[in-house]
């Protein structure tokens, strides 16, 4: 996505919050050169976009994507009776 314009990679980062791929997201994002991000967070303009930047931005907070991976690797290690 990095090599697309900063709207074009904010409509595609879209599609995919719309289909509750939002981990991926927040990797994504968080895997882009800074700047780059940067421009890509600021076609976040309407209503309805601030709102899912701002979900982004908590999963961001929330140590997102690493949090969900060591939560899986723990579920899967766990014994049976455990789960």
């Given at each position: 996505?990095?090599s697309?314009?900063?709207?074009?990679?904010?409509?595609?980062?879209?599609?995919?919050?719309?289909?509750?791929?939002?981990?991926?997201?927040v990797?994504?994002?968080?895997?882009?050169?800074?700047?780059?991000?940067?421009?890509?967070?600021?076609?976040?303009?309407?209503?309805?976009?601030?709102?899912?930047?701002?979900?982004?931005?908590?999963?961001?907070?929330?140590?997102?994507?690493?949090?969900?991976?060591?939560?899986?690797?723990?579920?899967?290690?766990?014994?049976?009776?455990?789960?």
């Open positions: 996505l990095e697309l314009a900063p709207d074009q990679a904010k409509d595609q980062l879209m599609k995919m919050i719309d289909s509750q791929r939002m981990v991926d997201v990797a994504i994002l968080k895997g882009m050169a800074i700047e780059k991000r940067k421009k890509v967070m600021g076609e976040f303009q309407d209503q309805a976009e601030s709102d899912k930047l701002n979900e982004v931005l908590l999963q961001f907070l929330e140590g997102e994507p690493m949090r969900s991976v060591i939560e899986n690797a723990r579920t899967q290690s766990a014994p049976p009776a455990e789960r």
